[in-house]
């Protein structure tokens, strides 16, 4: 890699700004000071800039308590974003892994792998996502047997050109639902429960495959540990 490049992509520093502060001598490769911004960085040069080492930051796997209003998107909109509750470098270049609405809280991945990403989200790979969803209207009786077998077999919600998979819905009151879903469309629970004429008012994601919050309290993140990474290979 070059060294302008490993700069940037090290500090928060712009190519352009990376090439200036060379040029004033603040960059060293293995001791010496390096001018040339093309030169080829090593895995095993040791590059340090103001006397600082500089590290490449490795592929990353987080897990955060999304609180509500604030947004799982790459750009700052009305909310701010779950990447900006993350105190890690370069956090901005963590993408979440399927989203959450701003209103709904609960468990969210970020990462930087997206292959990994992929895995998570795709639905041939059938990864559980739990929902806790608190209903406007109560859900019991015959109704909750026609929701529980509708959502098991799978339906058309508006706009799609495919039914929803098999879904497991358990009731946990009258108004607190248990959905279990293995894709994420959008906006999908939510859609599910107005296609049996109810409205969702509280949304809580609860796991996605063996991952669950634990202790996390809102708004905390904590970033996986290896085992957890590889449950989803
Ligand atoms: N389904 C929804 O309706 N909203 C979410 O945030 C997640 C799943």
């Known amino acids: 890699m070059r060294l302008d490049r490993f700069l940037a992509e090290t500090t ?12 004033r001598g603040e960059v060293t490769v293995n001791g ?4 040339q911004s093309a030169t080829h960085i090593a895995s ?3 590059v340090e800039w103001a006397g600082q080492p500089l590290a490449l930051v490795g592929l990353r796997y987080v897990m955060l308590h999304k609180p509500a ?4 998107t790459a750009r700052r909109g009305l909310y701010p974003r779950a990447v900006d509750l993350v105190d890690l470098p370069k956090a901005e270049r963590l993408q979440p892994v399927g989203r959450l609405d701003a209103d709904t809280t609960g ?3 970020l990462t930087d792998d997206g292959q990994w990403a992929h895995r998570v989200t795709s639905p041939r790979k ?3 996502k739990v929902y806790r ?6 859900l019991q009786g015959e109704a909750l047997a026609e929701a529980v077998s509708r959502f098991a077999e799978g339906f058309m919600l508006e706009g799609e050109e495919k039914p929803t998979l098999p879904a497991q819905l358990v009731m946990h009151g009258s108004h607190d639902a248990e959905l279990t879903l293995y894709e994420g469309r959008y906006h999908q629970v939510k859609r599910m429960f107005a296609a049996i004429g109810n409205h969702v008012t509280a949304l809580h994601r609860e796991s996605i495959g063996p991952l ?4 996390l309290a809102q708004g905390e993140w904590r970033e996986l540990s290896v085992d957890e990474v590889a449950a989803f290979s």
């Open 126 to 128: 059938r990864c559980a």
């Open 212 to 215: 669950s919050l634990g202790t």
């Open 107 to 109: 468990l969210v991945l």
């Open 44 to 46: 095993d040069d040791r």
């Open 133 to 138: 969803a608190t209903l406007a209207e109560a």
């Open 32 to 35: 010496a000071v390096v001018k």
């Open 12 to 23: 928060e520093l712009t190519r352009s700004l990376a090439k200036k502060a060379m040029h």
């Open 69 to 72: 209003d604030v947004e799982c």
